[in-house]
């Protein structure tokens, strides 16, 4: 009798274990693989509050490079103005253009939480839904793109880092508009990994890699970052490049919201082509 | 007995903040990624009921994920590292049973029992979490360092906790 007791109470361990184990599995192929909005998330109100302190604490911290990195934009900016034009030729004229219409507009944020040295990597950024983030939203910096907005509460957004073994980027080499697929290998957060450039296109290390531009979510000729190794891999047709990158994840601060302003008409437009074929 | 509850209650609150605002912000070497919270589970008293133990696990690593973004993946790893504890505690003490009530902790029962202990629990934590996170083996070695490289950090920050925590901790409930 007291055998049979034991072997209950050790069966149910094991049922309890198995049931709660599933539903851990269940939750975490749920997540993978939906845009959930659900309440376990960085993004709730009680993990942003905690982040939003401890962020605010070490910000002070990084105030001289977040600094310098203004003035460096700024100059940058500088640069592109027409006050820093001469004009040489006086036939041209510049008039109210009605040729381009916006189709970027950007929101600013700050990082409250950030990693680098998991396999999967987020971020945790300090403006939400009430500020007109969305999910599926591109998060830049001017030196890189960083991620895509996964999930989003009224005041906190969480976002899956480049860093993320689910990133998928169409970008294309910036001297001659060969197009390929940036992943990121999970060895190193300074390089990711250039893949499906084929075999006839010369590389060179040092040539930069940007944005492709065809993705909805990032605009075009966003900077990436350089070559530094390349090779083709045995048994494939395909070269596979090293990317050291230009941003240093390590030390991100404020990053630029991406939002597509003509998103909508193009996803409406795709899925007519698609549903009447 | 509410007392222990509320005590273990705030080893995991302590151990959360901890693992989530400061040892998730230190990097080291890129590879390394302690994860110290799981000396809560550790820090359970020996006889506690299964289903207490595995229901801790459960919304401790719930908490965890949270904070992390990896909805179901500590919560996983941490139930696996429940699990393995009762056969774990079974196969390396000598005398099977405890005084009621005793947390493992260094006098309670030794430095080398403790050691053996955590080692074993988080190596097998470890080693959950990581495959869990990849959900291929197609990237076996580089796993596999990742794992080792931080168990072994998590083992030295656990021992560190359990030095620090000693006092509190011996026989007194």
Redesign the interface.
Known sequence: MRNLFNFI?RY???F??LL??T?????????QHYQRS?F???A?T??GA??NA?ADL?SYFSLRSVNEQLAEENTGLLQQTNASFLKTDRQVFEFQDTLYQRKFSYVNAKII?N??????N?L?LNKGRRHGIEPDMGVITFNGIIGIV??VSENFS?VISLLH?DTHISVRLKKNNHMGTLIW?????RETTLQYIPPHVELEIGDTVVTSGFSRIFPGEIMIGTISDYEIRRGDNFYTATIELAEDF?KLSFVHVVKNLMREELDELEENAFTTQ | MTPGYIRHLGYFAVLLLVQVLILNNVRLGGYINPYVYVLFVLLLPVDIKGWALLLSAFFGGLAIDMFMDTLGMHTAATLFMAFCRPGVIRMISVKADFEKGTIPSISNMSLGWIMIYSLLLIFLHHTFLFFLEIFSFSEFWQTLSRITLSSLFTFILVILGYLFLDNSLSKKR
């Open positions: 109470i149910y361990f094991f309890m274990f709660l184990q539903l851990a599995i269940l939750l975490l192929i749920r997540d659900f376990v998330h960085s709730n009680l993990a905690a982040y401890s070490r939480n990693s680098v040295n998991r396999r999967n987020f945790t996964k999930n969480s073994s290998e999970g060895e190193n957060y390590n």
